[in-house]
């Protein structure tokens, strides 16, 4: 047992346990109104509600899942097919660097969420909208972490490569490449991130499928539980898709070891 | 500036000129309608001759206003809580698969529950925004604190340096270049979750001013607007990235 | 000149007592420790070097000796009183120079002036003369990022000396230097080492540093670590690098070394 509450995920654990604990029992004694912060255990009910017969009626967890997923992928593979191929091209020209290096600061400045009412003028409140706004906050982040990923590519590793005569698109493959892909790696990562934030905006509107729709229609319907299974549906979704990525990194830069060693 | 810095401004600006008279042709050239995709010179013009100077400072104003609220406050509890859970192992173990169950829920996501706990009036809009700055913040300033090079720490320790001590003058330095990077993404999502934050029942701001354009279908107003959110943030990150290099630049390179 | 340990032991009572200290980094793994069962005594205004192959441990023991890693077994002890952790008069020089970054040479020197309790003032003329000692005065303004190798080197020694310690641990301090200022520092570690007296245990690859330095050299072995022979050298300083009977320990540690 005391071995047990040594492990640092045991006493996370623990202590996620004892705050739900604590929630579900403040919530039992009416110290917090269930409308505002629901119990654990109405949470559970509303999950289990939402998987057998959905909300709205006949709309499932999995279906909202299912469309959500739908659209950030979407948006999220137009923008790295567009993105790392001009990236890469951009990164390896200077001049091509040079000339579009303000016009990338700005656009990607440009808050996605601020194309909203733009993208709809445009593209109406279907889905083609929710698309076009996903791929361009993907797209820019992609192609900025793209372009540097290159540029950045230490050039000493290339100046060993050219001694061993490797050049052209052998260089650009079996050195370039590799080097940077934890650039790359690291921009899809925050790519999905954004891809994340703007799908839950991109769905407040025009729909009542999919995840970010499910939240906002809960809550009119005073049913902050199911607000909060879609929000949790959400952070899962999230980590399911990261934890891919994360995989890779973690195969990449294995040295990292920070802490551990030290005494404090 | 050399001559090298000096071409690289100069081809970026042949490229930004190129863009933006590619666009005032495509929207002069009469093969779009002008009301959907107007020229660039257009909608800046109409929009400033619709809107009186005065209401779009005011929204800049009150836009950067709830920025900075939500992003200070996001900055401040971000930094102190990836102190706290990088340095003190039992707090780190304790809170951070708490912060792992909430951090991949998106800002936006929080939009109902913020409107339950604190109403349609400006806490709701700050706490997103809030949100917005504290996730990139605390991941970026954990790493930061538990990336310190252990061997400046045992340099310390040999000095004498322990407990409190050791976290201000060691620990927090060494950790400043990513709490830096930190701040940055932390101010640009504050930012980019500005529009959402102020869809919520708003009636001021620069997210209010184009969301309403869109209701009169006044497309020149939308284009200056996401004109001008851009360049606000462009703004005022360059602001930030400029101080944090005058505070940094010195021991850190770039 | 190799003596049995028995005899050759310091008669004082030892400053520093290393005994039976057994080091594994990984407890589940079927390698040698890195070090085995180590004992040795140093005496009060020793200056001992540890020479051996690389990986042999001499980080691994100076680190114990300091208190900033723990023994597996074993003991150290400090004028009888058993290290439980760093700081106290320990000062260490670093293999890797370890300076703050974030902090210019002379400000780094302070910081070590400073924990020995120096205020602002006395601290700053601490940091001129360590500065001038290095040959660094017109870089007291620099960050480490803007000085060599060489220089970030001489700027940790003399932030250890700030410590003013009475044990000076080294771990390679001079391995980045040319030989010019390696032999200019060796000179100038002799002269603070004679004139503050501190019990230096110092480590380095080079036979001829050693020769020129130590007290006592102690030959380490890998795997598992230890001490494989001792040497005690009862040359007055300055010493000269050509006298015959340094040659003939050379050799003697070479053989023992290779
Ligand atoms: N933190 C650590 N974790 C695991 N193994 C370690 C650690 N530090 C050192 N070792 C291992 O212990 C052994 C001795 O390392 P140490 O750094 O003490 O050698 P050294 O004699 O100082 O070598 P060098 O002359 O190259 O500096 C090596 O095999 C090394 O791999
Ligand atoms: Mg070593």
Redesign the interface.
């Known amino acids: 047992m005391r071995r047990a509450l040594d492990r640092p995920s045991v006493q996370g654990a623990a202590f996620l346990v004892a705050l739900l604990l604590a929630w579900e029992a403040a919530s039992a004694q009416g110290w917090l109104r269930a409308f505002a912060f629901p119990p654990p255990s109405r949470i559970a009910e509303a999950a289990v509600e939402m998987v057998v017969s959905g909300f709205p009626e006949g709309l499932r967890l999995w279906t909202h899942l299912l469309v959500t997923v739908g659209r950030i992928l979407q948006g999220f593979f137009l923008a790295m097919a567009l993105a790392i191929p001009l990236g890469l091209v951009i990164g390896r020209a200077p001049v091509l660097d040079a000339m579009t290096a303000p016009l990338v600061t700005f656009a990607r400045s440009v808050a996605t969420l601020s194309l909203l009412p733009l993208v709809i003028v445009w593209f109406g409140i279907g889905e083609l909208s929710k698309v076009v706004l996903i791929a361009y906050g993907c797209f820019w982040v992609m192609l900025t972490n793209t372009i540097a990923a290159v540029k950045y590519v230490d050039p000493v590793l290339v100046r060993a490569a050219r001694t061993m005569d490797v050049s052209g698109p052998r260089l650009f493959a079996t050195v370039v490449l590799p080097a940077a892909t934890p650039r790359l790696l690291a921009g899809a990562r925050v790519a999905l991130g954004v891809g994340f934030m703007v799908i839950v905006a991109a769905e407040m509107i025009g729909t009542i499928q999919g995840l970010g729709a499910l939240i906002m229609e809960a809550r009119t319907f005073y049913r902050t539980d199911i607000s909060i299974v879609g929000m949790l549906a959400l952070g899962l979704l999230g980590i399911a898709f990261t934890s891919g990525l994360s995989w890779l990194e973690r195969v990449l830069i294995p040295w990292h070891t920070g802490l551990a060693g030290v005494r404090r | 500036m050399n001559a090298a810095r000096r071409?690289?401004a100069a081809?970026?600006?042949?490229?930004?000129v190129a863009?933006v008279a590619a666009w005032e042709a495509v929207a002069r050239s009469g093969l779009v309608d002008p009301a959907?995709?107007p020229a660039p010179s257009a909608a800046i013009v109409g929009a400033l001759t619709r809107l009186p100077p005065g209401e779009i400072a005011g929204s800049v104003a009150i836009s950067l206003l709830r920025i900075v609220e939500g992003f200070a406050l996001g900055a401040a509890l971000g930094i102190a809580l990836a102190l706290a859970s990088g340095?003190y192992?039992?707090f780190?173990?304790?809170?951070?698969?708490?912060v792992e169950?909430?951090?991949?829920?998106?800002?936006?996501?929080?939009?109902?529950?913020a409107?339950?706990?604190f109403g349609l009036g400006e806490p709701s809009k700050v706490f997103v925004i809030f949100l917005g700055a504290f996730f990139p913040v605390l991941t970026n300033a954990y790493r930061g604190v538990?990336?310190?090079?252990?061997?400046?720490?045992?340099?310390?320790?040999?000095?004498?340096?322990?407990g409190l001590r050791?976290l201000v003058?060691?620990v927090i330095?060494?950790a400043?270049p990513d709490i830096a990077t930190g701040l940055r993404v932390g101010w640009g999502?504050s930012?980019?979750?500005?529009?959402?934050a102020e869809?919520i029942a708003a009636e001021s701001g620069?997210?209010f001013m184009?969301?309403n354009?869109?209701q009169f279908?006044d497309?020149g107003v939308?284009?200056f607007?996401?004109?001008l959110?851009?360049?606000c943030?462009?703004a005022t990150?360059w602001g930030l990235a400029l101080l944090i290099r005058r505070w940094?630049g010195?021991?850190?390179?770039v | 000149m190799a003596l049995p340990r028995a005899i050759d032991a310091p008669a004082a009572p030892a400053k520093i007592a290393i005994s039976g200290v057994t080091k594994r980094y990984d407890a589940a793994e079927a390698r040698p420790p890195v070090l085995l069962d180590v004992d040795l005594d140093i005496a009060e205004n020793e200056f001992v070097t540890l020479i051996g192959r690389s990986g042999c441990g001499k980080t691994t023991l100076l680190n114990i000796v300091a208190g900033l890693v723990e023994a597996t077994s074993g003991t150290v002890a400090v004028d009888g009183a058993p290290v439980t952790g760093p700081g106290r008069g320990k000062g260490m020089v670093f293999q890797q120079h370890a300076l703050f970054p974030w902090l210019t040479a002379r400000r780094n020197i302070e910081f070590g002036a400073k924990s020995r309790g120096l205020d602002p003032q006395a601290a700053h003329a601490e940091a001129d003369q360590l500065l001038s000692l290095i040959g660094l005065s017109a870089y007291g303004d620099k960050y480490p990022n803007q000085l060599s190798g060489g220089m970030q080197q001489r700027v940790a020694i003399a932030r250890a000396l700030a410590l003013d310690p009475h044990i000076l641990l080294m771990d390679e301090p001079f391995g980045a230097l040319d030989e010019i200022t390696r032999i200019e520092m060796q000179d100038e570690l002799l002269r603070v080492w004679q004139s503050r007296r501190k019990t230096v245990v110092f480590v380095t690859h080079s036979i001829t540093e050693a020769l020129m330095l130590s007290d006592r050299i102690i030959a380490m072995r890998a795997n598992p670590g230890g001490i494989a022979a001792e040497y005690r050298i009862d040359l007055p300083r300055p010493r000269s690098r050509a006298d015959v009977r340094l040659a003939a320990l050379h050799e003697k540690l070479w053989e023992h070394l290779r």
């Open positions: 071409n690289e081809l970026g600006a042949v490229g930004a863009v959907i995709f340095w192992r039992i780190g173990n304790l809170v951070r698969p708490l169950v909430l951090r991949p829920i998106p800002p936006l996501a929080w939009i109902p529950m409107i339950v706990w538990t990336g310190v090079d252990p061997v400046l720490i045992r340099a310390a320790q040999t000095m004498d340096i322990g050791l003058r060691v330095p060494a400043m999502l930012f980019g979750v500005l529009v959402a869809l620069m997210g184009i969301m354009a869109r279908g497309v939308i284009v607007g996401i004109l959110i851009g360049a943030n462009l990150d940094l010195r021991w850190h390179s």
